[in-house]
């Protein structure tokens, strides 16, 4: 996925993924494109169950801001008490899952 490249601390708000379209059957999302700092509030079309792990291909910091309300509700993240938002500082890897009950993206590992 080919994020635009912004300003650094860039917030991506209800970030489509194609989850339900070409990204259908993924698991991985490649994240490429900024080249500042970049942070992500919500993510468009979670299912209960829904694995994802978001791969920063980027020498840049990537964040999930923990319910942000720049996101609809149902595309919050949330970190589980970790702090505002968690992120890697570079090439890394984050990985939720989505909570039909919590209505969230989870956070289950953050890896630099």
Request: glycine share 12%; hydrophobic share 40%.
């Amino acid at each position: 996925m080919v994020l635009p490249n912004g300003f650094p601390g860039t917030l991506h708000h209800d970030l489509d993924l194609q989850l339900t379209g070409s990204n259908l059957f993924k698991t991985v999302i490649r994240i490429t494109g900024p080249s500042a700092w970049f942070s992500i509030t919500g993510i468009a079309d979670g299912t209960d169950g829904r694995h994802i792990l978001l791969l920063n291909m980027t020498n840049v910091a990537m964040n999930v801001e923990d319910d942000h309300a720049g996101s609809i509700a149902t595309n919050r993240i949330n970190s589980l008490g970790n702090g505002p938002s968690e992120g890697t500082q570079g090439n890394g890897a984050i990985e939720l899952v989505y909570d039909g009950v919590l209505a969230r993206w989870i956070v289950l590992a953050v890896r630099n």
